[in-house]
């Protein structure tokens, strides 16, 4: 029985499109076919539904509903942020090379074991099978969860691959103020930070992280410190993170 709920975010790819719906392959459930309606696309008004979605595209879509009987779910694009896409598109790549990573290792190895029962091992233990090499490049001991035959070869992978890569955050910030002493207000407010000036208002801020999904929430709490700090100086302020 699948195992998706609603309120799940899944990876989908667009294989057919009406005037007024769209169907999806669901690449972690591909025995379902997911339903997007034109309502659930955008969340802008939606005109025609080939300015927003091509097929062959893929995205990340909330599950809206799970109707087993017909083996069909009803999806949203609209309901899932940027963040939110990039994250799960991020993840589902990243297990699906990890994936090919220990059947790579199999065939090199000759070995018999499939990847069916390791994966699901992995997957129950790890929560998947890329959690579980990540763990391995900060643990080499736990690569005894593989095979015999296959160890070797897979650690020298993740050594070659998982080597430590930052991302690159940005915030994009807007403010206003008509007090006099405005520019010396801002100035607080970004007191200790590496913030730039765009024009018009608008400044911007990177932020550095080992990964997308840590950066996002670190950055979290520091963006409602900033939001109730220009709320203090009398600051109209807004902010947008970009990726």
């Known amino acids: 029985m699948i195992k998706v709920k609603k309120g799940d975010i899944l990876v989908v790819t667009i294989s057919k499109i009406t005037p007024y719906?769209?169907?999806?392959?669901?690449?972690?459930?591909?025995?379902?076919?997911?339903?997007?309606?034109?309502?659930?696309?955008?969340?802008?008004?939606?005109?025609?539904?080939?300015?927003?979605?091509?097929?062959?595209?893929?995205?990340?879509?909330?599950?809206?509903?799970?109707?087993?009987?017909?083996?069909?779910?009803?999806?949203?694009?609209?309901?899932v942020s940027k963040s939110e896409e990039q994250e799960a598109i991020e993840a589902y790549k990243n297990e699906k090379s990890a994936q090919k990573i220990i059947q790579a290792a199999l065939q090199k190895a000759k070995s018999r074991k499939k990847l069916g029962p390791i994966e699901r091992k992995l997957k129950k233990k790890y929560g998947g099978i890329f959690n579980y090499l990540e763990e391995v490049s900060q643990n080499p001991d736990l690569i005894k969860e593989l095979p015999e035959e296959i160890q070797e070869i897979v650690l020298e992978e993740v050594q070659r691959r998982f080597a430590p890569k930052d991302v690159t955050i940005r915030a994009q910030f807007k403010i206003e103020t008509y007090e006099p002493d405005g520019i010396l207000r801002i100035k607080e407010l970004f007191n200790g930070l590496d913030v730039f000036y765009l024009g018009g208002g608008q400044y911007y801020m990177d932020y550095v992280a080992p990964d997308y999904k840590q950066g996002h929430k670190e950055l979290k709490p520091l963006l409602s410190q900033l939001e109730k700090k220009a709320k203090e100086l009398n600051l109209n302020f807004s902010y947008e993170v970009l990726n």
Request: proline letters at 2%; hydrophobic letters at 35%; aromatic letters at 6%.
């Open 21 to 79: 719906n769209a169907e999806c392959k669901i690449l972690e459930y591909p025995d379902y076919t997911g339903f997007l309606h034109i309502s659930e696309v955008s969340s802008a008004w939606t005109k025609n539904i080939h300015h927003h979605i091509k097929v062959g595209q893929m995205r990340a879509a909330k599950v809206l509903n799970v109707d087993e009987k017909s083996k069909v779910i009803e999806i949203s694009l609209k309901r």
